[in-house]
């Protein structure tokens, strides 16, 4: 190991822990291979690689796996038991027993593997369902189980064949419910539409024989666009098929249930995910039978609690905990392990007492009458550009007043200063009697702390808050892919008239300036008043340029001009997030006033809002920002959220809430590891009160109806719901593949349900389409070097394009379709951005589980 990760971990370490310091192997606290920002499959895992030397993770799973001593009777569930098996059995003794579950699905020549291994009168080897663990055994308590799910339900023959079962279900399953099994094992994030498209293909391309579907599957992949965010491609499609006809969720819920009641106290649950479908059904497992953490059950009521955690309601006196972070086995770890591939995810779950304070009565008439409300969507605030109605603006001068006012500490925070200044030195004190070095001392854990909390209070002061004000300040914005969204926007040539939907600090727009000649124009957009400023000195010093003191949506209306390139950079600018007035960054160096509007002159702040809102509603925004949070755990947030404000009052500043939101991610741990709950509360607020997702769909369909043919719009998103919008709005407007022919089988006008812009009103008039000009383009690592801010940022360019001669046809034929049946799409209907994907969402169709297959008897010597 590395030794700067291996002190880390030595300093975390409780006085009885251990360190496993794995041979060859290193870990990594971020990797940097897992996708962009909080759109990462899992969140901030330890990443195990491998080296050149020996097979370090079998040894870590068993030193895991068998914590509770050598003389345990531990449970194995995996595929792959050759790999695990021996290393297990070394560490048990005499009396040790193990139970090794080899899946029905497994490959025959598994079992012969562990030919040698079944002379070990403590093994045990049993061919089962994995929904079956139960049987594999006796009554007995176990001490550990271990459960790999994933790799052998879809793994694919070498042929390409699929087994006859699944075929035969494939053939017999409609299109509504191929196309829900895609959707909920499919690549993450779920695309309802796309999955339909896939299905309707599907259905014809494996019409020929059995042992075609591998190339009909890649014959089809070539067909339908499958670019943007969570693409379906052969092994997708195939691995989606076998896992549902395997009941890969119903198997992998039932194991988990067996584990927790058959588990001794303390005893560990190691599990090994593969895909996005087998961490949702680790949380369910996870929200059922784990407990709230300290601060939300401090500020909920006990009746609350018992609505969002089912565990209050029962008997149980245990309860599963997450026992350390995840960790990320990479690709090239198993594929030096196994025969399979792709990265897994290995979760070290323990069974724990209760909390006895928790423990209540389920007969208790609280409980029972308990009714658990739905989030809603809450009224939009008000938005624009307006220089009136800034009803917060006195409310957020008053709380910057307040913040850079205190020149000294108040009494009471002073002498917590001096306490802790005494606590530290008195440390340091005993540590010099130790003789340990004074650099030594700074990696103590408890003076660590002390120096934490130090800190914390000098920064509340009005020196540091200026300091950091005035050195941010002063920081220079960095313009992210700044020459890869300039290339890619001029594409047409240097005398078009281009745009700037968000000119910040002018970086785009100056280089775009530069690369124009003296026809060419700019315009741009900007509610921020500060920007507006820049903007107009802008204007006198270059006659091209224009600003408009307004949103982006606006654009079709402020230009009426053909428009031959367009450019979005989503977010907030740098200088917005430095600015501690502004109160958008959530670092307690920067402390602020809890605003974040674009133009403080129009609407409320958010520390005003937070007072009007409901749980219900508040639970809303937080679960459409479009990050991972399975229900109740919007709910349980906002609750906390509006607890913490009525027991002590508004949130007026940053730190106020983002402390608490950083208490609330520590009790989630078990659901959600390392989850940036913070980052995430913040940026939905930020997006409901400055009406930006609705910013986003009209700037998206003004710059299609401005753009000329063949002129681009780059697209710099931040987030996932940004991406996801972009991903949506090109699903509503593309134009299916000409080598795609209508059904007659299917009902007239499915192919426009499948391809919206078809059916939209006035397609044949508009006679244009959109297209991908080409995959997402991601930052280099050069720019990375000098701008760490661009580490989440991705380009996405959309092309404007004619609607082909058989395109027109088929629109012309679903207008008339529509006018015949009376179905003619309203303009809200078709405007809107969520429309198709609603419609796609809502004509998905859960299939009944197939019949598993027999069991088929292990050979007598097992």
């Known amino acids: 190991a590395q030794p700067r990760y291996l002190k880390s971990g030595l300093e975390k370490l409780l006085p009885t822990g251990k360190c496993f310091c794995c041979q060859g192997a290193m870990c990594h606290d971020s990797p940097t291979d897992r996708g962009q920002g909080d759109d990462s499959e899992h969140e901030e895992e330890t990443l195990i690689s491998r080296g050149d030397t020996s097979q370090p993770f079998p ?117 509504a419910e191929i196309a829900w099994v895609l959707a909920a094992y499919g690549p993450q994030p779920a695309d309802a539409l796309l999955a339909e498209r896939v299905a309707h293909e599907l259905l014809h391309c494996i019409s020929g024989s059995l042992s075609d579907f591998r190339g009909a599957v890649a014959s089809l992949v070539a067909t339908v666009r499958l670019d943007g965010i969570g693409a379906f491609d052969v092994s997708a499609i195939s691995s989606a098929i076998r896992a549902f006809c395997n009941q890969g969720a119903e198997q992998f819920s039932q194991a988990l249930e067996f584990a927790f009641h058959q588990l001794k106290p303390s005893g560990r649950l190691i599990v090994m995910t593969h895909k996005r479908w087998h961490l949702q059904a680790l949380r ?96 939009a605030p008000e938005f624009g550009a307006g220089s009136e109605g800034g009803g917060g603006e006195a409310t957020t001068a008053e709380v910057v007043e307040n913040i850079l006012g205190e020149d000294e500490l108040c009494l009471e925070d002073r002498q917590r200063f001096e306490e802790i200044r005494r606590l530290l030195a008195d440390r340091k004190a005993e540590l010099d009697k130790l003789g340990i070095s004074a650099r030594q001392q700074k990696r103590d854990s408890r003076v660590a702390e002390l120096a934490r909390l130090s800190q914390e209070l000098f920064r509340s002061t009005a020196r540091s808050t200026q300091k950091a004000q005035v050195r941010c300040r002063d920081r220079p914005h960095i313009p992210v892919l700044l020459e890869e969204a300039v290339a890619h926007v001029t594409a047409l040539g240097r005398t078009g008239v281009y745009v700037d939907c968000t000119f910040g600090r002018g970086g785009h727009t100056r280089r775009l300036l530069e690369g124009l000649s003296t026809k060419g124009r700019v315009y741009a957009f900007d509610v921020d008043s500060t920007a507006v400023e820049v903007g107009r000195k802008l204007e006198v010093s270059d006659h091209r340029f224009k600003i408009f003191h307004s949103p982006f949506g606006d654009l079709a209306v402020a230009i009426k001009e053909p428009v031959a390139g367009i450019l979005l950079d989503l977010g907030v600018s740098s200088p917005q997030l430095d600015d501690v007035r502004r109160g958008f960054s959530f670092k307690h160096k920067k402390d602020g006033p809890l605003d974040l509007r674009m133009n403080p002159q129009v609407g409320i702040p958010a520390s005003a809002w937070l007072q009007s809102v409901s749980v219900e509603e508040l639970a809303w925004v937080i679960a459409t920002v479009g990050y991972r949070l399975d229900s109740p755990m919007p709910e349980v947030i906002a609750e906390a959220i509006l607890q ?83 991903r949506d709005f090109v699903r509503d407007h593309e134009e299916p593949d000409p080598s795609i022919a209508p059904d007659a089988t299917a009902r007239p006008g499915r192919l426009a349900e499948l391809y919206p812009l078809l059916g939209a009103a006035g397609c044949c008039r508009r006679g244009y389409a959109l297209r991908r000009a080409g995959p997402p383009i991601r930052p280099s690592q050069e720019e990375l070097a000098r701008n760490p801010r661009a580490r989440s940022a991705t380009l996405h360019v959309l092309e404007k394009v004619p609607l082909s001669s058989q395109g027109r046809q088929r629109a012309t034929a679903a207008s008339q379709l529509a006018a015949a049946t009376g179905t003619a799409a309203s303009g809200a209907e078709v405007e809107g951005r969520r429309a198709s994907a609603a419609a796609a969402q809502a004509r998905l169709l859960e299939p009944p589980l197939p019949r598993l297959p027999l069991l088929r008897r292990a050979p007598a010597s097992s």
């Open 284 to 379: 369910r497992f996870l929200s059922v039978h784990a407990e709230p953490g300290v601060t939300i059950a401090t500020l909920l009521d006990r009746v609350r609690l018992a609505e969002l955690y089912p565990i209050m309601r029962s008997p149980n006196n245990f309860c599963m905990k997450r026992v350390g972070a995840p960790l990320w086995v990479a690709a090239r770890v198993r594929d030096a392990l196994s025969k399979t591939s792709g990265s897994a995810i290995v979760h070290v779950l323990e069974k724990a007492a209760r909390n006895a304070d928790m423990i209540e009565d389920i007969a208790s008439s609280a409980f029972a009458a308990a009714e658990r409300s739905l989030p809603r969507q809450p009224p």
């Open 644 to 726: 913490r404000q009525q027991h002590c009052g508004p949130f007026r500043t940053t730190r106020q809430l983002a402390s608490l939101l950083e208490a609330l991610a520590l009790d989630l741990q078990d659901e959600y590891p390392n989850l940036p709950l913070v980052q995430i509360v913040f940026t939905a607020i930020r997006t409901f009160l400055n009406h930006e997702e609705d910013q986003l769909r009209k700037a998206l369909e003004g710059a299609l109806e401005r753009l000329e043919m063949n002129g681009r719009c780059a697209v710099i998103t931040f987030n996932r719901w940004e991406a996801l919008a972009v």
């Open 59 to 175: 040894a870590l799973v068993a030193d895991l796996l068998t914590s509770l001593g050598p003389d345990g009777r531990y449970i194995l569930a995996s595929s792959e038991l050759g790999e695990h098996t021996q290393v297990i059995l070394e560490r048990l003794s005499k009396r040790g027993r193990l139970f090794g579950v080899l899946p029905v699905e497994a490959e025959q020549g598994v079992s012969q593997e562990l030919g040698p291994l079944a002379q070990d009168e403590r093994f045990d080897l049993s061919k089962r369902h994995l929904q079956d663990l139960a049987a594999a055994a006796t009554s007995e308590a176990f001490s550990g189980v271990f459960v790999d799910f994933g790799q052998p339900l879809e793994r694919s023959p070498a042929d390409g064949r699929l087994e006859p079962l699944w075929y035969s279900w494939l053939l017999q399953a409609s299109e």
